[in-house]
Nanobody
């Protein structure tokens, strides 16, 4: 049974930083692409970043490009999202997700397993 557990969310002032972590278990982590998604109240879920199985290719939404960095440590079965220069519009519940493929995709429907989510709140 695949389990994804996010941590690292919280309340931060605009301009601050947070680092989200997602620990995976249940199958060989290094075989699968990972993604970070977010959903704010009243808005659609958005893929903010994704990374392929090796970490050699990444994707960022335009809204976070240059501020967020996705990375993975396959030895620790963990994917990270470093978030810098946070803005109030980054406030959302952030989810990590795992795809049953080596290569990422931006559509949430292509991911098979999801974490429970972690709240990120950025105050102005």
């Amino acid at each position: 049974q695949v389990q994804l557990v996010e941590s690292g969310g919280g309340l931060v002032q605009a301009g601050g930083s947070l680092r989200l972590s997602c620990a995976a278990s249940g199958r060989t982590f290094s075989n699968y692409a990972m993604g970070w998604f977010r959903q704010a109240p009243g808005k659609e879920r958005e893929n903010v970043a994704a990374i392929n199985w090796s970490g050699g290719s990444t994707y960022y939404a335009d809204s976070v490009k240059g501020r967020f960095t996705i990375s993975r440590d396959n030895a620790k079965n963990t994917v990270y999202l470093q978030m810098n220069s946070l803005k109030p519009e980054d406030t959302a519940v952030y989810y990590c997700a795992q795809r049953s493929d080596k290569y990422y995709h931006t559509a949430g429907a292509s991911y098979d397993y999801w974490g429970q989510g972690t709240q990120v709140t950025v105050s102005s």
